[in-house]
């Protein structure tokens, strides 16, 4: 019985440090949380959620559907799940309780990973910046976590049963590839214990590089071709700049090579637009080709 006793005080006082230092952030003290470093090794095996290394009893042991998050990359306001080296993004994550359960604070983590796959060794995709009041932006501990975490750097008051909150994420060099966004929220009964009434989730969303092909031939030194909006919804302006007059070929392709768009732009001027309508297009990349007198330019547009 004493025995029991003493291994008892251990677990609980080991639960006490760590929900402890949980509070003001875990990445703070070296955990990553989100699941992003669950393949990790050794030292490198962090914990998924807010289970404490999966001691049980320090928070919920396990994932409670009834709290539900969402991570996502936003450009200039719009969802997306594309990027491009060069622009800067907003990430979001954000967190409902459903439960039912009186779970006044929480707590959370957002980290980008280099890459979509799980592995020992990993890295992060890009650098996340503007951390808002009451969070932190925690980076690397050398002997644990291996990402920079955003997370609170205190318990937060839920205002109702969600939460929002945003970063700003500056990408990678080009050619980098895929990141992911990985994401945990821990909503907490406020009683003062670290027990499994305090409910977590994790999540994570896949992003994928737009890289724009290069011009196969020069139409001319001078010309430029853009498309605004890029990522599009409905419609896309696509405009050329110091092209000379004449009539341009516009081919646009989807992935599989196969062409879903194909008309003539008579350009008159230096600076000539065409308007085109994508609200039939599956979401996806699509590779748009000018090309005039053998010479091409092409650009890749994102379908939402």
């Not at 004493?2 to 003290?29: D, E, H, Q």
């Not at 009683?191 to 724009?212: C, P, Q, Y």
Request: charged share 10%; aromatic share 8%.
């Amino acid at each position: 019985m004493k025995k029991k006793i003493i291994l008892f005080t251990l677990v609980a006082g080991m639960c006490y440090v760590g929900f402890s230092s949980y509070k003001a952030g875990a990445a703070r003290i070296g955990y990553d949380c989100t699941g992003a470093e669950s393949a990790g090794t050794g030292t490198y095996i962090n914990p998924t959620g807010c289970s404490n290394m999966g001691s049980g009893g320090c928070h919920a042991s396990s994932a409670t559907a009834g709290i539900t998050v969402a991570v996502e990359l936003d450009s200039a306001g719009t969802p997306t799940t594309y990027w491009k080296a060069g622009n800067t993004y907003t990430v979001k994550i954000t967190g409902t309780n459903t439960t039912g359960n009186s779970l006044p604070r929480y707590g959370f983590q957002i980290a980008v990973l280099k890459g979509i796959t799980l592995i020992d060794t990993v890295s992060d995709g890009g650098t996340l910046s503007g951390a808002p009041t009451g969070t932190r932006i925690s980076p690397p501990v050398a002997t644990y976590s291996r990402l920079t975490c955003g997370e609170q750097s205190a318990p937060i008051t839920v205002s109702g049963t969600s939460f929002t909150q945003t970063f700003t994420w500056t990408p990678p060099v080009a050619g980098t590839g895929s990141v992911s966004i990985w994401g945990v929220a821990n909503f907490v009964n406020g009683n003062g214990n670290n027990d499994g009434g305090d409910l977590w989730n994790t999540a994570h969303v896949n992003i994928t590089e737009i890289v724009s092909n290069a011009s196969v031939e020069a139409i001319g030194n001078d010309v430029s071709i853009s498309a605004l909006p890029n990522p599009a919804t409905n419609n896309f302006n696509l405009q050329l700049n110091n092209a000379l007059p004449g009539s341009y070929s516009l081919q646009i392709f989807n992935m599989n090579g196969s062409v879903i768009t194909s008309q003539i732009i008579d350009v008159n001027s230096a600076i000539e637009s065409a308007s085109i309508n994508t609200s039939n297009w599956s979401a996806g990349l699509y590779n748009v080709v000018i090309e005039k007198d053998g010479s091409r330019k092409s650009l890749i547009v994102v379908k939402q």
